[in-house]
């Protein structure tokens, strides 16, 4: 079976793996990277289907993808940012041994809006974005990534660095994408939440317009962990507010050390 490209960055003590989201790679995290360079050694990921790993023959599914992270790094604090949340938080859970702890960064446990759950996505915007990526992915990736940027305090910067990166380490699998689409679709961690040992870490934008930072919050309260909102960031604060991400990660490891 066909690996994971998995990065080695950093000379610090603390050992972080880092997944990124649906049609993106682990590249995008560039600028977090760098602010915890002194602070950790991080195992920057690239998803089945994407980036450097576009051809593994690893499924894009969530326990499938976290025992293949975890078979090639050491135990670790797992940040996933978006659909790589949902991979950390099914590490937690089910690969236990390998995860010290979890950062979600912008990630929810359920994806989709429904009865009992006000802070999800409407499932006709899911089916659309489905339906879309089947006529034109890579027009359907854009129209995503405008959406990820706004909010932010600069949408038209953060989009085009979101754009310049999509693709920077070739074109995602069209078959791949979809499959994260019905990942997204269908995922479900909520009732299991409780169930996380491990010390946790919800880091929200406030601005965000993919994941409602009152998903995260009550996320952060089921699990017993801490919440974190980052006031003027949109989805991805990685990217203009790497220095504040950084910071509450830093607190947050010290807290346990």
Request: proline letters at 7%; charged letters at 20%.
């Amino acid at each position: 079976m066909s690996g994971l490209h998995i990065e080695t960055h950093g000379s610090g003590p603390l050992p972080l793996v880092m997944i990124h989201g649906w049609a993106m790679h682990g590249g995008i995290l560039a600028p977090l990277v760098d602010a915890l360079a002194d602070r950790c050694t991080m195992y920057v990921v690239d998803l089945p289907g994407h980036g450097y790993s576009c051809h593994s023959s690893i499924p894009l599914e969530p326990l499938a993808c976290a025992r293949a992270i975890a078979d090639a790094t050491p135990p670790a604090v797992w940040l996933g940012w978006s659909l790589g949340g949902l991979i950390a938080m099914t590490a937690a859970l089910d690969v236990p041994d390998a995860v010290h702890a979890i950062v979600p960064v912008c990630a929810t446990p359920h994806f989709v809006r429904g009865d009992g759950w006000p802070y999800g996505n409407d499932a006709a915007m899911v089916r659309q974005l489905a339906a879309d990526l089947e006529a034109d992915y890579k027009a359907t990736v854009e129209r995503f990534i405008a959406l990820e940027a706004m909010g932010s305090a600069d949408p038209r910067a953060e989009a085009r660095r979101l754009k310049e990166e999509a693709f920077a380490r070739g074109e995602p699998d069209p078959r791949v994408l979809m499959e994260g689409i019905r990942l997204l679709e269908s995922a479900d961690l909520r009732s299991r939440l409780p169930d996380i040992d491990q010390p946790s870490l919800w880091v929200a934008g406030r601005r965000d317009r993919i994941v409602h930072p009152e998903a995260m919050r009550w996320s952060a309260e089921a699990a017993g962990g801490q919440f974190e909102e980052i006031a003027h960031a949109g989805h991805a604060p990685f990217i203009g507010h790497a220095a504040v991400v950084a910071d509450v990660l830093h607190r947050f490891i010290d807290t346990r050390s």
